[in-house]
Structures are given as C-alpha cells and as structure tokens.
C-alpha cells in the first residue's frame, strides 16, 4: 500500500537555481566521489574600447542536493539515492540487524493504524557496527585512515577555488588563530578530525547525505530548525520544509517536531534530507511519557536514541550537562531555564532529588552513538535566555561540565560538538568563545545566534544575525538559525527561507573577516557585476536570485531594464557608479 | 490659496503608539521646557503566592514629535509648532531679513506656476544671524552658555532613568574610551559640545524640531534616508515618508530628492519635521545646470547652500574632501566611486582639470553655515563601495583631508561630524573607527552600515546592521540606514519602517555593549514581561509593537492566547518558559 493521507501528492521545490548549473566535481584519491557544486555562469564584460571579455564562472557551495539538479526525479515517497552506502559497505565493519533494537520502533512498526503514515520503502533492518568495530569518522580518522566522506568534504571546502584565474585575491583576515590552509586537502579533513576540532557527521543509516564538515578551520556553517509543534503543520509541510531549507543553503536541519507521529515525520524527513538531520531525543522521550517530566527514565531515552539512531539521526543534542547542583544557580536569574531541554532535565532532577540521568550515563550514550556513527551535540540547558543573564554563574558552570562530557565523548571515539547561547550583548560575545574553546578542548562551537538584545520581537533573524556574525568570526563552527518568529510563533515556508538567508550572510561575513581563501571571490564577482551593469549576474550571485530580481523589477520590470546602466534607487541622471564608471573610461581613454 | 493637486489630504500617520502614553518632563534650569518621551505602562506580575506586583513603566526616547500625542490635530499644510522659536529669540542674536538671500529662493518664490505645490504659510523673511554674532550652539556651548536646547537634550538622553527604582541594574558594558556618566548635565552636553564631540543640529529657520545630540558619549542615533528620485514618488509621499520615519525611530532625516520640485519638497518636510533634516546640496545644485556636472560651479552652489539653509536644513553632507589629487587612486578600484557627491565632484576635477571647489571654498562654506546654525557633515566622497575597495588608500587619503576640514569648521564655529563607510569586512571596521577619532579629533563619526559582505542584495538591511551595531559600539554616533531595497531600488513606506526598525535594534545592541545607563533597563522589562507570560507587555515593549502582535496573532490570535503561558512556536506542553517558572515557583514553594 502506498502512503496516503498526509503525504500524498508531497509538493517538492525543485529545479536549478536561477543562472545555476549543477556540476560534479570527481575526487581523485576515491574515483567514484562526484562532489556536488553549483556553478554560476556570467555574461561576458564590455570594456571602454567595446571588447567582449569573458568573465569566469563562480562555484559555490551547494547544500540544496539532488533536487536542484534537473536532470534528478525527485519522489519523496522513495527517498534520495543512497550515495554512501557503498562507501560504508566497503569498509566491511557493520552488518545489518535482524530487526529494529529498539522496541519503540518495533511498536510503530507494527501498528497497521499509521500505514498511512509511513514512509514507503522504510528500513527494517538498519546498519550497526560489527562486534569490536569503531564506524565512527573520528576513529577512522584516528587510525590514520581517509574515508571517501573526508575527500569528498576536502574538495567541497575548496569550490575549486584553485581554479580561479582572474580576480583571485585574497582578502587578509583576522582568523583568532584559526588555521586555514590556502587548500584544504584530504589529510588537512582527517587530521582535524582526529584532533576533534572538526565533525563529520554521517550517520551509517543516513546514506543520503552529502558529507560536510563542522569546525573553525572550515567555511562556517548554519543549521535551519524545522519541525512541527502541537499547534500546527503536517509531515507534508515538514518534508517540504527540510528540502525548501536545504534549497538556500542550511548545511545541517534540525527536526524539533513535537507534536503526534514524530517517529513517522522523521523518517521521512532523514529519506529526503541530503544534508545530515539533528534531533533533541528527549523531546520524543517526553512524548513518549505524555509530557509528564518526573515519568523519565534512561530507559526510555535510551530506547528513544537506538530508535533515531536507526533512523539515521546525524547528530543528537544531548543536554548531559545541566548537572542537578547547577540548578539553584538559576533561582536568581530573569529568565529561568529557556532551553527546553534544560527545563525538562532540571523538572526531573528537581523531583527526584538526584542527580541527571543524561549525566550519570553520558558514558552508556556514548557506547551507543558510536555504533552508528552519531554524533553528538551537547547541549547548553542553561544558555542565557535574556540579555541580564547572559554569561552568568549557571551558563558558564554548565560550559565546565560540557568540557567535561566532551573528554568523555572523545574517548569513546564519538564525534563532538558545543552548544552555546542564546541572548548575549556585544561586549560579552568573545568571552564565549574564547572558554568555550579553553574549556572543550577546541572542539565544534554551536551557537543559537546569539541575540544581540531583547526587545526587538518580530526581528529577531537580524538582533541574533549581528551575533552569530561576530561569533562565527571568532570562531563557532556552526550557526543555528533564528527565524523572525522567534519568541512569537512558529514559523512558516517563508520565514524559513529569510532565516537561512539571514543566517547565510552572517556565516559568509564570518567566513570573510576569517579571511577564508574561498570566500572572498564570490563579492568580488558580484561587486565587478554591480558596477558594470550587468543585472542578470547580480541577481545569480545573490544569496537570494529570487528576492533581489523581484525587489528590482518592482520599480523597472522591463527586460531593458536588466542591461540599463541605473535603477530606479537613483534613477539615470544620478547613478554614481554610472558616473564613476563613465569618468574612469574617460580618464583611461585620454591617458591613451 | 490652499496647496492643492500633489498636497491635498495628505495621509498622516499620528495618534499614541500601541500601550503609550506620550508625557513631558519639564526643565529645571529653563522652566518652559517640556521634553517629549513615551512612557510604556506595564501590567502587573501576579507572583506564585497570587499577590499582584505593579512593575514600573519604562519610559523611551521618543523622536516621533507631537504627531503621536493625541491631543495634537495635524495638519501638514500648516506645519509644526515652532517649539524653539521664543528660544531663539529670546536670545537677541539674529534678526529677519527682508527677502530670501538665495537668487534661485527668490525665484522660485515668485513663479506663480508653483503655487499649487508651495506649503502655505511660507516664511518669506528667514532668520539669520545679526551682524557680529555667532549663533551656533558651538559657539554658545564655548562662551559657556548653557542653551534651552542643551537642557532638552540632557533630560531627554536620561530617559527618566534616575526615576528607576526596581530592577535598575546596569550592564558592565565596553565602551573603549567613551565617556557615559550616570546621569547626563546641562554643563555635560554643554562640555561636549564645546569640545567638538558632540553636535545638536539646530537651524535658527528649523525651530519646530526637537533637540537633539549625537555624539559618541551620548545614545548612538539613527538617521533614515528619504527623498523622491526621477522615477518615482510624490510630496505627498515624502512628508508622510518622513513623519513615518520618525514615527518608528528616526532620529534625524535625510531628504536626498532628485527630482523634479525639490525646493517645493523641501519646504513641506522641513515644516513637517520634528528631527533634524539634513540635505547633500550638491545634488539640487546638479539639477540646476541640467544634470551636467562640469557646469556646476562655486556661484551656484553658494546659492543652493544658502536657499537651503533659509528653509532650515539642519546639516549639510558636502563632499569637500574629495581632492583632485585623489582621484588617481580610484583607477584601480574594483567599484569607483559610489558616493554620488564623491562621483559628481570627481567629475567636474577632471574635466575642469583643476582643484574642487568645494575645497577652495571651504571656509567660505563654514561662513554662510555659521549664520544660520546649520551642521557640517563632511562627506565622504571615496567611501567603498564593496569589500575588495575597502580601507583603501584612496579612503584613507580622503579621511586625513576630512580631518583637516573637520579642524577648519570647528574655527568658524561649526558644528562638524565626518561620514564613513559602506562596505567593510568585519576584521576591517575597528581600524575605521580608530583612525575617524585619531584623525578628526573625536568629531562625531557618522556611518552607512558598513555592509560586512556584497552578496546579499534584498537583505543589505541585515548585511549593514551588522555592521553598524559593531561600529556603533566603537564609538559611530550616527547610523545611517540601509533598506532591503539597497543596490536594486528606491525603497517604499514598509521598507523604510523595516530599515528604520533595523537601525534602532543595531544602535540599541551598541548602547548595551558600551553599557549605556538607560539602555539596560527596557531590554530588562521585556525578558520580564516574557517570563511572565505578559504578552501584551512584551507587545508595548518591542521596538515595532504592530509586527509583534501580527506575528503572534497569526497562530493565536484569541484574546485568551494573550494571557496564555505559552505560544505557538513551542506549544503549550514544550514551553521552557513555563516549565521553568513552574519550576522555581515549585522549589520557592518547597524551601518555605
């Protein structure tokens, strides 16, 4: 039977990008790699003497997958092609279960009632390491050993930017003492890997994803939450949601849902995702106790992360870190404990009078992350949820203990990374950093913006943008998105797309001030674009094509228009790149 | 006659902002002063024993003008009261003139085909200083007098915030070197001023605006930029543009028209301004030799600073620093020159092949300025227009010459400020602000953005509010706004709300971080007013109150979700918020 209801008829954003070509980029250490890139071809230039000169081609980074590519059917039902099963059968160190260990997923499995529900070609026999074997990229990377996922990676980071001939210039950078090398090779990946500055998250049971990596020496990332909640949308919406997300450039999507069915919504989303998918497992565990906190158990969340594991989850938040002492460092302060996860784990603590359960058996989640090769990604239950509690007692208290589980997690050959805030004003954003990197080891930073004040409900995608660009200067590996919604209400396709956008641009202003050698090309050709007139160009080197061209045509939608030397800012007679350009080609012509 | 055609019922945003009452605080050195603000009452907090707590109002700088008390009946064909006019007088310092001064004035005032768009109540004998006297606030400020505008802006830079009784708590901010007392004097601003690191924008012709200060010891400000251009808008338009940017935040204006009726233009929003109005004259000049910049010349700029300064322009950016010896410089550059003053002064060095006029007549300049109060802000003609321009030599060649400027405005008794980039890296803006104060001796630095990357046209908002929240922590005292609309066309009514909204948050994040007294204190209401669950106040609280509201009500919109402890984004079981006020109250409960 085929799924029906809510997930028929499943609408998929699909097609090239505007002015884009998907290329694939071969590897040369793993020949069967094809790494994908999007290439932005540019109409040519016309200088003062009216010669044609060619200019090149921008590559960019391109997280949108298959589904750009127009050469690529798209069928959620089936899911996206299986691009590193190969790779992880050939190394010969994991073998197929005989059913799903987790009872839960066994329960839902069964239940004829949620047919409907499912997703087609579901995996009832998931992948799990052999018996003695460590699967994890960082213990791959410890032995010595380059997988075709750390390949692929090194040619991504670099979006060929050893090929550019004209215009290369590379922009000087303040990068904190981060490390980056003119190219990223191979051996660079694994030995950052191996050190724990960097993840590849890469789930054994997420063949789909295209592998990316997540640390300080790489181009910065951004994460776009996705998820339905009790009041609102459907697993339809939430499929859409991860692939329209991934379409502008989330690197990484977080399914939060919670609300009914989340255990059928996920698998769907982790088929259809072609970059790696985070969750929170207690929230589901909540679920799984109809939201009564004290009812938690480590039983039930231990069965909740081997049934996501098997999924395919890349990476779970784990808040192991609010210890039961840390909370009566939260009784003074204005808001409370804002990470919901936080909150649930210190209702528990709170009730039984003891200590975390997330913390007692942070060694037990560790053993079962590295079987499947999740990731994890520990939380900060205490980030400061307003501006007078930021970088306070009970944050950094927490930031202790989260080094802590860090050293632990490494030991156990997982693959790690830091959450950190939340709402911080300016002046107090590089102390974060500066602990962060002291207390954890270097490992992965991980921030939600952070918000740069309270008080602009409605803007919070630009208060959290300011920060999440200074700190991703500084140094956090990867930006967690906030849409405009936040604080008011969930947000919809639309504010989606702003908040990946938003959070694009803070990532590249990062990547930029870091003075990262691919980076600089990309406002080079766009700014050579700008001041000659050529329009088209602008719009497809535009973070958003769409939004630029439309703003452009409100005013002037006539297709002379997309050559004419002005806009209707200035209008004709008051351009100044038009009189700028006008003068130089004079000057140049009377020096002649 | 009454103004018809273009000015009949004209639309005008007024009445009180949502939750504000709109109070006056009386001065104490002056007694007929009364200091416009917004206060914002707050309901009561309902503790976890059921008491009911009141929480103090927060009370807010408020630029909007009487247009928001609702006992003020607008009406734009009459203009504004003339708040400062007895103040003015009263100092016995200028007198009226008998006509216009500017040839062009006098002639447009007699072509009776304007009539129809003229403002009615014309002043046709402007004011202007009286032989021998020096009637500029910096002159005062020197001859230590303390003006009725010095005492406005001190009580309006306080905000009432030595009436703070709970929760005033102020946030250790960085402010490298500015100097924020607790409580700002009289004799502070006076000081300030009469340094020359601080300028009140005061024309003698403009007493219907508010004072107001900007300078780096002072609440960092924002300017909006509006204006017809040849393709588009009306009067109508831009006076309603104006009133609704000051509505949301402005804390001056630019007129930047280009189009056809300036002058016309001109008068109505000056009238109808309570900020200061600043203008480029340069471009009206260029309207009046046709567009054709090699016919500009001292004679008709002379008479435009003039025809501009009857009309009671506030402060005019002249792009005097533009050598003819720095053009060589831009040849190489990627964008030119992107300052449309910068480009029209350019133009005429070259084809005249000689030295700007605007430099050869600088004093001059300062001289007609000086008789009317009106501000200098040097314009910076070689700002850059993309990151591969930035902190260039040509930039900085420029800055050395502004400084020199800066030292021969402040001879004449002019107030000065000096205008900065554009578009800057984020590694790149520090050097900005340390050079600006090195090089013009702490004159008022005043910026645009910077934009911290070039590939995000539709979203320059974000990329130039990052920037600007950095620079304004640095120690820019003067923001000027990008719209969405930057690079690709002239912005509209939502656009220049959303730009202006913008602005506020980055200045507001740059007030907390330099640790600005009254900053604290409103982002403290809001994360209070949002732990308790007090939407409505949290609604009042925002900077745009309206999209707020919009946004929360798009999911819940019933009255009852308005008291609700929970909203959309996460549900009512998977709310932090309310599980962690449950919590507390909880443990509060148990430790009694």
Redesign the interface.
């Known amino acids: 039977m085929r799924a029906k209801d809510q997930t028929e008829n499943l609408p998929i954003s699909t097609g090239a990008l505007p002015g884009s070509t998907k290329i694939y980029v071969p590897g040369k250490q793993f020949k069967d790699i094809r790494v994908a890139m999007r290439r932005i071809d540019l109409s040519p230039t016309i200088d003062e003497k009216g010669n044609t000169i060619q200019n090149e081609s921008v590559v960019v980074y391109d997280t949108s997958g298959p589904y750009s590519d127009p050469n690529y059917t798209a069928d959620p039902h089936k899911g996206l092609p299986k691009l590193r099963a190969k790779w992880i059968e050939e190394r010969q160190d994991t073998y197929r279960l005989e059913a799903l260990s987790s009872e839960y997923g066994r329960e839902r499995r069964a239940d004829k009632s949620l047919d409907h529900l499912r997703f087609e070609h579901i995996e009832d026999h998931p992948l799990v390491a052999a018996p003695g074997k460590r699967v994890t990229q960082l213990a791959y990377a410890r032995r010595g050993i380059i997988t075709p996922e750390m390949e692929y990676v090194a040619i991504r980071e670099n979006q060929l930017c050893d090929e550019i001939k004209e215009y290369y210039?590379k922009?000087k950078?303040?990068s904190f003492d981060a490390h980056l090398p003119e190219l990223i090779t191979p051996e660079f990946v694994r030995d950052e890997i191996a050190a724990g500055r960097a993840i590849l998250p890469a789930n054994i049971n997420h063949p789909e994803s295209e592998p990316m990596i997540i640390g300080r020496n790489f181009l910065v990332k951004i994460n776009a939450n996705l998820g339905n909640?009790?009041?609102?949308s459907s697993i339809q919406e939430e499929v859409e949601k991860a692939v329209w997300a991934t379409r502008w450039g989330a690197d990484t999507i977080m399914d939060l849902s919670?609300?009914r069915n989340i255990h059928e919504t996920r698998e769907w989303i982790v088929r259809n995702s072609p970059v790696p998918v985070g969750t929170v497992p207690l929230?589901q565990a909540?679920e799984k106790v109809k939201?009564d906190?004290s009812k938690l158990s480590w039983e039930i969340y231990r069965d909740t992360l081997i049934e996501q594991a098997e999924q395919g989850v890349d990476y779970f938040t784990i808040h192991a870190g609010l210890r039961w002492q840390h909370?009566p460092l939260?009784?003074n302060r204005?808001?409370?404990?804002?990470?919901?996860g936080?909150?649930?784990m210190?209702?528990w603590c709170?009730t039984h009078k003891r200590e975390s359960f997330l913390y007692e058996h942070f060694e037990d989640i560790c053993e079962i992350l590295a079987r499947y090769d999740v990731a994890v990604s520990i939380g900060d239950g205490l980030r400061p949820?307003?501006?007078?509690?930021s970088n306070d007692e009970a944050q950094f208290a927490e930031l202790r203990t989260l080094g802590e589980l860090a050293r632990i997690a490494d030991k156990h050959d997982v693959q790690v990374i830091i959450e950190g805030p939340g709402?911080v004003?300016?002046?107090k954003i590089r102390e974060n950093m500066d602990l962060q990197l002291d207390l954890c080891n270097e490992a992965p930073f991980y921030t939600l913006g952070p918000l740069?004040?309270?008080?602009?409900?409605?803007?919070d995608?630009?208060?959290s943008?300011?920060g999440a660009?200074?700190i991703g200067?500084f140094g956090t590996s990867m930006l967690c998105y906030v849409t405009?919604?936040?604080?008011?209400?969930?947000p919809?396709r639309d504010d989606v797309k702003e908040g990946v956008?938003?959070y694009?641009?803070?990532a590249?202003?990062?990547d930029?001030?870091?003075?990262h050698p691919a980076a600089?090309f990309?406002?080079?050709a766009?700014?050579?674009a700008?001041?000659e007139f050529r329009w088209r160009d602008?719009?497809h080197?535009?973070?958003?094509s769409e939004?630029?061209l439309?703003?452009?045509d409100?005013?002037?939608p006539a297709e002379g228009h997309k050559t004419a030397h002005f806009?209707?800012?200035?209008?004709?007679?008051?351009c100044?790149?038009r009189?700028?350009?006008?003068?130089?080609d004079?000057?140049?012509g009377e020096e002649e």
């Open positions: 210039k922009e950078g303040e909640s009790p009041i609102s919670t609300g929230y909540l939201g906190a909370i939260t009784m204005l808001t409370g404990i804002v990470s919901r936080g909150a649930i210190a209702s709170t949820g307003c501006i007078a509690d709402h004003p300016m002046q740069v004040t309270d008080i602009a409900p409605g803007y995608h630009i208060t943008a300011i660009a200074m200067w405009r919604k936040e604080h008011l209400g969930l919809n956008i938003t694009k641009l803070a590249h202003a990062a930029l001030a870091k003075g600089y990309r406002d080079y766009m700014s050579k700008r001041y602008q719009f080197l535009a973070l958003d939004t630029a439309k703003f452009h409100e005013t002037l806009c209707s800012m200035c209008g004709e007679h008051f100044s790149m009189a700028s350009k006008n003068l130089h004079r000057i140049k």
